[in-house]
């Protein structure tokens, strides 16, 4: 499964699903907003742990459906880790060496990262992207932007499920079975997407015209629970954090 198929799938199984947007936007810009702002040690360290008891507490993610949907940034967050902590200086030709002030800011780079990757995960796997559309809508964005983030959402999947039938159709003929064969394989499957997309794309345009279409396709959406408590609890726990972590930096 990939990754963006895991993490929307996280999104509609979530109990928090049925929270309203609002509270959960707060709890995960506040915790995103403390990992940026506050100390790596101990602000971003909390925040991760924070995030993570979150994610698998309440939210319901699972150790393994977590690790699914974090690992591509886990990856992209190393890149950036490596090219911070290692040093390059040409003085008599290529030399590459780790510095003890590299390896601090490295370190520093990857806990306030990960933290606030964690800190949009509290958000993004509790909010289906239908769900945070609406919320768009109703914080008065343009009604024309939010149609065309929707419609790529929804063709960005599509596409994804006619790749992943593509390829198994492809292994099913042993289309991957020599180098050769599966380059061969791999041109075809890009040139049958480009066609099934263009297709796709076109039936929808004439769908939509069909229909009407002017402006936007409001849809009907369910009572969110919106609650006083969260809130309030959610800005004590950030307003902790932050007072522990800065009484932590002056104590020491």
Do not use: N
Not at 200 to 221: N, S, V
């Amino acid at each position: 499964m990939s990754h963006g198929l895991t993490l929307d799938h996280a999104a509609w199984s979530s109990p928090w699903r049925a929270r309203s947007v609002r509270d959960k936007g707060l709890l995960s810009g506040g915790l995103l907003l403390s990992a940026i702002t506050l100390p790596p040690i101990p602000g971003g360290a909390a925040v991760a742990v924070a995030s993570l008891v979150l994610l698998l507490g309440p939210i319901r993610v699972g150790w393994a459906r977590l690790g699914r949907i974090m690992w591509l940034p886990v990856v992209s967050i190393l890149v950036g880790v490596a090219t911070v902590a290692v040093s390059v200086s040409w003085d008599a030709g290529l030399r590459l060496q780790v510095t003890p002030v590299g390896l601090d800011q490295a370190t520093q780079l990857a806990v306030r990262a990960v933290a606030a990757t964690l800190a949009m995960f509290t958000l993004a796997c509790s909010t289906p992207m239908i769900d945070l559309l609406s919320s768009l809508r109703r914080a008065r964005i343009p009604d024309p932007l939010i149609e065309i983030a929707s419609l790529i959402y929804r063709f960005s999947f599509g596409l994804l499920e006619s790749a992943g039938a593509v390829h198994q159709a492809q292994e099913a003929r042993l289309g991957y079975a020599t180098r050769s064969a599966a380059m061969r394989s791999a041109s075809m499957g890009v040139a049958v997407l480009f066609l099934r997309s263009w297709d796709r794309a076109r039936r929808l345009e004439a769908g939509l015209a069909g229909r009407g279409y002017e402006d936007a396709l409001r849809t009907l959406e369910p009572a969110r629970l919106r609650s006083t408590g969260f809130l309030v609890t959610s800005v004590a726990a950030l307003a902790l954090l932050a007072a522990g972590s800065v009484g932590w930096v002056v104590l020491r």
